[in-house]
């Protein structure tokens, strides 16, 4: 999760089928209610890896944000089992960084995401679903402590 000066960077997953969805493509209500979903940089972790350089390595890959720093510390916030029993963690992070690159993923050659955008936490808390909101109320507990 990344805070920048009062805003909040989000990501739309844009797979369905196996295959990614792209502008013009077209989609069925269900694919739509998918494509519709904002949520945070994030991945499995690799063998021999932390969880915080997982999220690191994530985060660059999917955002090519590679400056991030933790004046909070590397404080975190785990959820509660979704999607097959997934359990995500988000660490609370600064970038000096405004520009987002969409880059494919390095091990299919294609994109994972069709959009990134800064939020202010009411608009983040406004297109998140519930597990997300749990993420931003947390982060901005954290930020205002």
């Known amino acids: 999760m990344l805070p920048r000066y009062?805003?909040?960077k989000a990501k739309m997953p844009v797979q369905r089928g196996g295959r990614p969805a792209g502008p013009g493509a077209r989609a069925s209500p269900v694919d739509a209610a998918v494509l519709s979903?904002?949520?945070f940089p994030k991945g499995l972790v690799e063998v021999g890896e932390d969880p915080l350089h997982t999220a690191l390595r994530e985060v660059r890959e999917e955002t090519t944000l590679d400056d991030l720093h933790f004046p909070w510390g590397h404080v975190f916030?785990?959820?509660g089992p979704y999607s097959r029993g997934k359990i995500a963690r988000y660490y609370l992070a600064k970038t000096h960084?405004?520009?987002?690159?969409?880059?494919p993923n390095p091990e299919t050659g294609i994109p994972e995401h069709v959009e990134y955008r800064w939020f202010s936490p009411r608009d983040a808390l406004r297109v998140a679903g519930p597990r997300v909101r749990l993420v931003v109320d947390w982060a901005l507990g954290q930020?205002?402590?």
């Open 143 to 145: 930020v205002h402590k």
């Open 97 to 103: 960084r405004e520009n987002v690159a969409i880059l």
């Open 6 to 8: 009062g805003a909040w």
């Open 77 to 79: 916030i785990e959820t």
């Open 37 to 39: 979903i904002w949520d």
